[in-house]
T-cell receptor, first 113, second 114 residues
Framework: AQRVTQPEKLLSVFKGAPVELKCNYSYSGSPELFWYVQYSRQRLQLLLRHISRESIKGFTADLNKGETSFHLKKPFAQEEDSAMYYC???????????????FGKGTHLIIQP | SAVISQKPSRDICQRGTSLTIQCQVDSQVTMMFWYRQQPGQSLTLIATANQGSEATYESGFVIDKFPISRPNLTFSTLTVSNMSPEDSSIYLCSFQAGVGNEQYFGPGTRLTVT
């Protein structure tokens, strides 16, 4: 069963436009959730953790338990935001009993000049 | 924060051979993991590398195919055995740190099997 769903494989927006990358998860309680980013030719890196309620590089993500969503948003996109974005959920929240993370399929964000 | 490295960064191997990937963290960590990222796909957890005990494998992955060692709290290896072209992937190691379950990833090993 798909535990983390990212419905958009590709999202293209113009510089300065708002960005929203969608993530939905399968869990009835209050899970931990993460957004990871992979810039071209760089390693996968942690962008945001839900528990911290932080804003990194202008990105925020709010957990909506009613909609089981954790969408990533930025009000004004910049060209350097172009990257692959992955939403991730610890496996312990999906009944697996294991450690480790389960990832969505990823969204390729392209910011056009 | 801890630095995590992998080697080799890439390799091209012939089918039927085996490759061992090394993962090194510059400080002691309790939890280390191995993931696979097949071409155009997301990351899939292979196993949790447990220090001092056998690795814990996810469904679809077996020890005979992906033996893992974890001799201490800073190092782990993953071997891809009896390789076939279907094993062509990026293999990533990670460690868990911080207050939650967040993980930090190595640069990956890009494996091509011909």
């Amino acid at each position: 069963a798909q535990r983390v769903t990212q419905p958009e494989k590709l999202l293209s927006v113009f510089k300065g436009a708002p960005v929203e990358l969608k993530c939905n998860y399968s869990y009835s309680g209050s899970p931990e959730l993460f957004w990871y980013v992979q810039y071209s030719r760089q390693r996968l890196q942690l962008l945001l953790r839900h528990i911290s309620r932080e804003s990194i590089k202008g990105f925020t993500a709010d957990l909506n338990k009613g909609e089981t969503s954790f969408h990533l948003k930025k009000p004004f996109a910049q060209e350097e935001d172009s990257a692959m974005y992955y939403c991730a959920l610890p496996l312990m929240y999906s009944g697996g009993g294991a450690d480790g993370l389960t990832f969505g399929k990823g969204t390729h964000l392209i910011i056009q000049p | 924060s801890a630095v995590i490295s992998q080697k080799p960064s890439r390799d091209i191997c012939q089918r039927g051979t085996s490759l061992t990937i090394q993962c090194q963290v510059d400080s002691q960590v309790t939890m280390m993991f191995w993931y696979r990222q097949q071409p155009g796909q997301s990351l899939t957890l292979i196993a949790t590398a447990n220090q001092g005990s056998e690795a814990t494998y996810e469904s679809g992955f077996v020890i005979d195919k992906f033996p893992i060692s974890r001799p201490n709290l800073t190092f782990s290896t993953l071997t891809v055995s009896n390789m076939s072209p279907e094993d062509s992937s990026i293999y990533l190691c990670s460690f868990q740190a911080g207050v939650g379950n967040e993980q930090y990833f190595g640069p990956g090993t890009r494996l091509t099997v011909t």
